[in-house]
C-alpha cells in the first residue's frame, strides 16, 4: 500500500508540473503574440520616459508606478501635464483644423488611416492570373480578419470640411472656372466643302484660249460670258439669260470681260483691238475706245481708270470720263498681257505675260515721262496668265504659271520676295482669293482640268474640286464670296458653293457691313 500510493503521489506531481509547464509557454506565446502588451527588457518608449519624467517632477521618484501602452496612467489631472490620451489615438474630435477664416487646405486625419493595410496596398504585387472563386475567398477571409474589405481600404484620408471665405473676398480665378465647357458633340470641325458643282451652265463656242479672260461677274449679281462674238448676262437671282451685244464682222470675237466696282457698266474688249463700254441696264454701248493695235486680252478697273493688255505687250489706262480716254501707256511686256489686275487699295497695277515676267506698276499716270515697274518678277518659267491680289494684305501678290512653269508663288511686292511657292503639277489657268476664309481656288488644265482649294498662307492644299472634263480657262467670284463660277474648254460653267459662310458668321459679317456703312454715312 505504501509503495502504490507513493507511485500515485509522483505520478500526480509529474502531471501537475507538465500542466504548469504548458500553461506557462501559452501564456508566454500569447505575451508574445499581443501587439500591445510591453516588450521584455526593452529600452521604454519616449512617451513613457517623457510621462515618467513629468510624475518624476511633480510627486517625487515612485518605483511602483508603471506605465502601459493604451491605458491611461493612475494619477492627478492637476498635477499632470502630460495628456491623458495615449499618443497616436484620438480621444475626441476636438483635433480638428484650426478654425481660421479663409483657410484653404485640407488637413489629413492621421487617426482615420490605416498606414499597414495603405502599405500592404502600395506594395504588394499585382496578381492577373488569380481566379474569380480565389478572388472571392480572399474577399472572405479579408473581412473575417479585418472586418473590412482590403481592396476597398482607403490609403489616405482628408477629414474637414473647406473654410469658408473671409467677408467681400473676391476669388479673380473664379471666373475660369465657372465657364460652360464646350460638349465634344459641339466643337468645331472642318467646315463642309461640297464636292460637286452646284449649278452647271452650257457655254457653247466658248473659245478655248489660254490667253483670254471670258468671265466676270458683277456686285449686282450678274454673271458676263463671252461666248466667241457675243456676250450674255446672266442673273443669277433671276436666272434670266440676257443677250448683251455681237460683234458685226464674221472674223472678230469677244476677248476679254470686265464689269466696273458699281456694276451699272460692263468693259468689253475684242478681236479688232476696241475696248467697248455698255451700260446694262439701257443695254447700249456708251463709247468705243480705240488704242490699241492688236486683240484686248485682258481688262482692270480702277475707279474710273480702265486698263487694257494687249497682244503686243503695252498696257494703256483710259480715262472714260474725258474724250481723249488715253492718258498712259505701261510697256514693260514683249509679248502678250494675258493678266492684269488693279489692287484693291488702287497703289499698285499687276500685269503677266506669255514672256513668263510680272510686273508691278505704280500708280502713275503719264505726266513724268515713261512709266516703270516698281518691281519685275522673273522666277516663273511659262506664261503668267493668274494674277490676283491678297484681299486683306494689300502688298501681297499671288501669281500662276502655265504648261512650263505649273507653279503658284506668292510675292511680297514692296520687297520683291517670294514669300512661298507650291507645284501645282498642272497648268495654272485662274487665282482667286476668298474673302471669307483665308483661302485661295485656283484653276487648272491638263491632266485633271480641276479646282484646288488652297490653305494660306501654308498653302497646304485643302481639296480638290473636280468636274470639268477640258481645261478650265477662267474663275470668277460671286458678290457675297461664297459661290466660285468656272468657265472650261468643255464649253460648261460650273458654279461651285466652296466659301459659303455658317449662319453665324454670314450674320457677323452683315452686322460688320451696315456699321460700316453708317459710319461712312456719317462722314
Known amino acids: 500500500m505504501g509503495k502504490g500510493s507513493g507511485r500515485v503521489a509522483s505520478r500526480a506531481t509529474e502531471t501537475h508540473s507538465i500542466l504548469m509547464a504548458q500553461f506557462l509557454f501559452e501564456s508566454d506565446l500569447h505575451g508574445l503574440l499581443k501587439l500591445d502588451a510591453p516588450i521584455p527588457n526593452a529600452p521604454p518608449a519616449r512617451w513613457q520616459r517623457k510621462a515618467k519624467e513629468a510624475v518624476v517632477g511633480n510627486t517625487g521618484p515612485s518605483p511602483d508606478v508603471t506605465l502601459t501602452p493604451m491605458k491611461p496612467v493612475n494619477r492627478s489631472h492637476s498635477t499632470s501635464k502630460t495628456p491623458s490620451k495615449t499618443p497616436g489615438k484620438s480621444g475626441s474630435k476636438s483635433?480638428?483644423?484650426?478654425?481660421?477664416?479663409?483657410?484653404?487646405?485640407?488637413?489629413?486625419?492621421?487617426?482615420?488611416?490605416?498606414?499597414?493595410?495603405?502599405?500592404?496596398?502600395?506594395?504588394?504585387?499585382?496578381?492577373?492570373?488569380?481566379?474569380?472563386?480565389?478572388?472571392?475567398?480572399?474577399?472572405?477571409?479579408?473581412?473575417?480578419l479585418n472586418g473590412f474589405d482590403v481592396e476597398e481600404a482607403k490609403i489616405l484620408r482628408l477629414s474637414g470640411k473647406p473654410q469658408n471665405a473671409?467677408?467681400?473676398?473676391?476669388?479673380?480665378?473664379?471666373?475660369?472656372?465657372?465657364?460652360?465647357?464646350?460638349?465634344?458633340?459641339?466643337?468645331?470641325?472642318?467646315?463642309?466643302?461640297?464636292?460637286?458643282?452646284?449649278?452647271?451652265?452650257?457655254?457653247?463656242?466658248?473659245?478655248?484660249?489660254?490667253?483670254?479672260?471670258?468671265?466676270d461677274w458683277s456686285s449686282l449679281n450678274f454673271l458676263a460670258v463671252a461666248l466667241d462674238k457675243t456676250v450674255y448676262?446672266?442673273?443669277?437671282?433671276?436666272?434670266?439669260?440676257?443677250?448683251?451685244?455681237?460683234?458685226?464682222?464674221?472674223?472678230?470675237?469677244?476677248?476679254?470681260?470686265?464689269?466696273?466696282?458699281?456694276?451699272?457698266?460692263?468693259?468689253?474688249?475684242?478681236?479688232?483691238?476696241?475696248?467697248?463700254?455698255?451700260?446694262?441696264?439701257?443695254?447700249?454701248?456708251?463709247?468705243?475706245?480705240?488704242?490699241?493695235?492688236?486683240?484686248?486680252?485682258?481688262?482692270?478697273?480702277?475707279?474710273?481708270?480702265?486698263?487694257?493688255?494687249?497682244?503686243?505687250?503695252?498696257?494703256?489706262?483710259?480715262?472714260?470720263?474725258?474724250?481723249?480716254?488715253?492718258v498712259a501707256t505701261l510697256a514693260g511686256h514683249t509679248q502678250e498681257v494675258c493678266g492684269l489686275k488693279w489692287a484693291?487699295?488702287?497703289?499698285?497695277?499687276?500685269?503677266?505675260?506669255?514672256?513668263?515676267?510680272?510686273?508691278?506698276?505704280?500708280?502713275?499716270?503719264?505726266d513724268n515721262g515713261r512709266p516703270c515697274p516698281v518691281q519685275t518678277l522673273t522666277q516663273h518659267q511659262g506664261a503668267v496668265k493668274a494674277v490676283a491680289w491678297s484681299p486683306w494684305q494689300s502688298n501681297v501678290l499671288a501669281t500662276g504659271g502655265g504648261t512650263s512653269d505649273r507653279h503658284i508663288r506668292i510675292w511680297n511686292v514692296c520687297s520683291g520676295t517670294c514669300l512661298n511657292t507650291v507645284d501645282a503639277q498642272s497648268q495654272v489657268c485662274a487665282i482667286l482669293w476668298s474673302t471669307n476664309y483665308k483661302e485661295l481656288v485656283s484653276g487648272h488644265g491638263f491632266a485633271q482640268n480641276q479646282l484646288v482649294l488652297w490653305k494660306y498662307p501654308t498653302m497646304s492644299k485643302i481639296t480638290e474640286l473636280k468636274g470639268h472634263t477640258a481645261r478650265v480657262?477662267?474663275?470668277?467670284?460671286?458678290?457675297?464670296?461664297?459661290?466660285?463660277?468656272?468657265?472650261?474648254?468643255?464649253?460648261?460653267?460650273?458654279?461651285?458653293?466652296?466659301?459659303?459662310?455658317d449662319p453665324s458668321r454670314k450674320k457677323e459679317k452683315e452686322s460688320n457691313t451696315k456699321s460700316s456703312i453708317i459710319h461712312q454715312g456719317i462722314r
Open 95 to 144: 483635433q480638428n483644423t484650426p478654425n481660421k477664416t479663409g483657410g484653404d487646405r485640407y488637413i489629413p486625419n492621421r487617426s482615420a488611416m490605416q498606414m499597414d493595410v495603405a502599405n500592404f496596398l502600395l506594395t504588394k504585387e499585382d496578381s492577373s492570373d488569380e481566379t474569380p472563386t480565389k478572388k472571392e475567398h480572399q474577399k472572405a477571409w479579408a473581412m473575417n
Open 473 to 501: 480657262l477662267s474663275l470668277t467670284m460671286s458678290p457675297d464670296g461664297s459661290t466660285v463660277a468656272s468657265a472650261a474648254a468643255d464649253e460648261t460653267l460650273r458654279l461651285w458653293r466652296c466659301f459659303e459662310l
Open 344 to 366: 484693291p487699295d488702287g497703289r499698285y497695277i499687276a500685269s503677266g505675260g506669255n514672256d513668263n515676267l510680272v510686273n508691278i506698276w505704280p500708280n502713275t499716270q503719264g
Open 233 to 326: 448676262l446672266w442673273n443669277y437671282e433671276s436666272r434670266e439669260i440676257i443677250q448683251l451685244m455681237q460683234m458685226e464682222h464674221p472674223d472678230d470675237y469677244i476677248s476679254s470681260v470686265s464689269w466696273i466696282k458699281e456694276g451699272n457698266y460692263l468693259a468689253i474688249g475684242t478681236s479688232n483691238a476696241e475696248v467697248q463700254l455698255w451700260d446694262i441696264q439701257q443695254k447700249k454701248r456708251l463709247r468705243n475706245m480705240i488704242s490699241h493695235s492688236s486683240r484686248v486680252s485682258s481688262l482692270s478697273w480702277n475707279n474710273y481708270i480702265l486698263s487694257s493688255g494687249s497682244r503686243t505687250g503695252h498696257i494703256h489706262h483710259h480715262d472714260v470720263r474725258v474724250a481723249e480716254h488715253h
Open 166 to 215: 473671409p467677408e467681400g473676398y473676391q476669388n479673380n480665378l473664379k471666373v475660369l472656372y465657372s465657364q460652360k465647357n464646350t460638349p465634344g458633340s459641339t466643337r468645331k470641325t472642318g467646315r463642309y466643302i461640297a464636292s460637286m458643282s452646284d449649278r452647271i451652265l452650257d457655254a457653247p463656242d466658248i473659245r478655248n484660249d489660254y490667253y483670254l479672260n471670258l468671265i
